[in-house]
Nanobody, 120 residues
Framework: QLHFVESGGGSVHPGGSLRLSCTASGFTLANHAIGWFRQAPGKDREGIACIHREDGRINYADSVKGRFTISRDNAENTMHLQMNSLELADTGVYYC?????????????WGKGSLVTVSS
């Protein structure tokens, strides 16, 4: 069975940090593009970070650039999203994904989502 095991969501004050992790089961992350999407309340799902499969190039959404870091641990078959300097607007459900490229439609595997709440 192909799936992700997720961990790391929670509640934090503005300026705080959280780390999200997803461990892949049944497939190898190193063979895929990997990314994080999020869906804020009342908004569409948006891509916020991705590592390209072909060359390891990393893209970030402008809204998280300089604050979030995506990484992959091939030995553990796990991906991470380190989130620093969290803002109220970062509240939402965060999804780990893997697929053939960094485009939404090319993501074949999706985590169930981790809730991140930033509140004062």
């Amino acid at each position: 069975q192909l799936h992700f095991v997720e961990s790391g969501g929670g509640s934090v004050h503005p300026g705080g940090s959280l780390r999200l992790s997803c461990t892949a089961s049944g497939f190898t992350l190193a063979n895929h593009a990997i990314g994080w999407f999020r869906q804020a309340p009342g908004k569409d799902r948006e891509g916020i970070a991705c590592i390209h499969r072909e060359d390891g190039r990393i893209n970030y959404a402008d809204s998280v650039k300089g604050r979030f870091t995506i990484s992959r641990d091939n030995a553990e078959n796990t991906m991470h999203l380190q989130m620093n300097s969290l803002e109220l607007a970062d509240t939402g459900v965060y999804y780990c994904t893997a697929g053939s490229s960094c485009h939404f439609g090319a993501m074949d595997y999706w985590g169930k989502g981790s809730l991140v709440t930033v509140s004062s």
